[in-house]
């Protein structure tokens, strides 16, 4: 029996434009029942052949429908009937060898490396339509049938708002000297790529402070004041602001806020669940609530969790992000003054609900800051018989 082992050696996270990296190994071992049985003919092992290639999947919530390809490439295999979704992208299928012979006990290992495409789209788990990614390691025995393992990993986007084809021309006009000093003794330049330029494009985004003050009101007066220090930020950032209720004339008695993705499909049929008007759905991914009553200034940390998809754009859907505000005032006195010494609370307290929506950039961090906070991954196996 020969056992096919694979594992990613750079991370389950890749960042689209980068390349991914899987080592593979074949071992031929012994089964137990015939380990005191081997005869000569039984000491090594062949395999026909073995590839590797990568495959994004695509699906929806409503009902299967041809799908164009994204990327078009050449023939890749068959895509198995566990794997959800069509086949809209896949990279060339590497030949890892032909005919090899593995003697009994023995390892042969195989490397596979692949650049990403730049503007490929990431992993995403909407409510309408979702993305995947795998590789497809295949392999096959002389009279065999085909045996395949999938491995599955995450791919994140880069910013939408940059054109990767301006980014190509600066990499071959541009040069860092007028940035960085350089050195005299090195013979080697540094090459400028569109995945570094837009690495530190969203560096620049993301660093970048500007506070801006909202104030809220409703129909009866001033709520109070918003303060947010920054609107563009990395996954694993915590969203921070604060709330200034001393300038208001409404009583505001409690906050929450909520970050919610907005979905938005461009196809013509959009799936059957999903409103028709606007092709969008939300959800909260995390929320902040804290009772504001008798309190002049408050604070928000919203935390932006790792799991989720930053802000993209592709041909068939679009994401965005956005603080989701609720406020709950009243026009009744409810926190009593020093001097009134019968003062009583209110047992009916009229309030009124308002809703306020602030757009708000989140954009991909580097991967191993989502993988120093992930378990690692065991390889995956396959036994091959």
């Known amino acids: 029996m020969i056992e096919l082992s694979a594992k990613l050696t750079t991370g389950t996270v890749y960042l689209a434009g980068e390349a991914i990296e899987c080592c593979i190994s074949f071992c031929y071992t012994a089964q137990p029942e015939h380990r005191n049985s081997q005869s000569h003919s039984d000491t090594l092992e062949n395999l026909a ?101 999938r ?90 602001g604060t709330f200034d209720f001393s300038v208001g004339t409404v009583t505001c008695m409690q906050v929450s806020v909520s970050l919610q993705p907005e979905e938005v499909l461009k196809t013509k049929s959009p799936p059957k669940n999903v409103n028709k008007e606007t092709n969008s759905r939300s959800m909260t991914v995390a929320r902040y609530h804290e009772v504001t009553l008798g309190l002049t200034q408050s604070q928000l940390i919203l935390p932006i969790p790792l799991h989720i998809t930053p802000a993209f754009e592709v041909d068939d859907v679009s994401l965005q992000w956005r603080l989701y505000f609720e406020f709950v005032t009243t026009n009744e006195k409810l926190v009593p003054n020093p001097e009134d010494k019968d003062w009583n609370a209110p047992l009916n307290v009229p309030i009124e609900t308002m809703v306020w929506n602030l757009p708000v950039k989140i954009y991909s961090t580097l991967p191993k800051e989502i993988m120093h906070h992930t378990v690692g991954t065991d390889a995956y196996t396959l036994n091959i018989k």
């Open 49 to 149: 052949w073995a590839s590797a290639q990568f495959h994004c999947f695509y699906s929806t919530s409503g009902a299967q429908g041809d799908k164009t390809p994204i990327l078009g490439k050449t023939t890749s295999l068959e895509v198995a009937a566990c794997d959800v979704g069509d086949a809209v992208f896949h990279s060339k299928p590497k030949i890892l060898f032909c005919d090899l012979t593995i003697p009994l006990g023995e390892t042969k290992t195989f490397w596979y490396r692949e650049s990403l495409p730049i503007e490929a789209p990431p992993s995403y788990r909407g409510t309408s339509v979702k993305y995947s990614y795998k590789i497809t390691i295949a392999t096959q025995k002389v009279g065999s049938h085909i045996k395949m393992v």
């Open 151 to 240: 491995i599955p990993f995450r791919v994140l986007p880069i910013s939408p708002i940059i054109n990767m084809q301006d980014l190509a021309a600066l990499c071959g006009n541009e040069t860092t000297e007028e940035l960085h000093p350089t050195n005299p003794f090195s013979e080697e330049r540094k090459v400028e790529t569109p995945l570094t330029m837009a690495l530190q494009v969203l560096q620049n985004l993301t660093a970048r402070r500007s506070p801006n003050s909202y104030m809220i009101t409703n129909t009866r007066g001033k709520v109070g004041r918003f303060c947010m220090f920054k609107s563009a930020y990395k996954l694993g950032e915590d969203i921070v």
